[in-house]
């Protein structure tokens, strides 16, 4: 066991030994590594080109920016649908055209984003193929939940039938669009 004395020489003398490792080196060296001499890189001259072309022409890109703002509003909504543009679109039978032949059952729809992201949750875990919509209507942003898409009209109403008896939904038809 070492005291207290043995303890402050043995920390000292490690001090010493350490202080010693570097200093001593340096004192021995000598004049050390010589330096290296390197030749001067010449500096290479670019002549740069200068480009006299008029600039391109913006037209085209401006009339393709007032056209997408006639069919899509600032918050980027499509304004003949009102639905968010890449989110599948969902209309009501008499929105919806003839040849369009899919269909969802959308089961609700919600002001608050969260209740209609809930509801998708719950019904994804119970195994249906549920997806949001968001759609924009006199200013307000509703979240649609549906389930689908079906390219038979009877499987959405199996489907609708299925859904309102388990969960007592009054859900409905639409068509189902991108």
Known sequence: MLTERNRYRL?????LIAVAAVVLPMLFDGEGVAPMQLDPVPVAEFELERDDSPPPDMTPALEAREELRAIIDEDGYAVDTGTRVGEPVLLDEEQS?????????QVAAFMQSENATALR???LSDGY???????KRQGEVTTRVAVGPFINRDDA????????GRYQFASVIV???H
């Open 121 to 123: 949750d719950k019904l």
């Open 157 to 164: 109403e199996r489907l609708k039938a299925e859904l309102d």
């Open 129 to 135: 193929a549920a997806f949001l919509s968001n759609v």
């Open 11 to 15: 920390t000292g003398t490690i001090f």
């Open 97 to 105: 055209n003839p040849a369009d032949l899919k269909w969802a059952v």
């Open 175 to 177: 068509n189902f669009g």
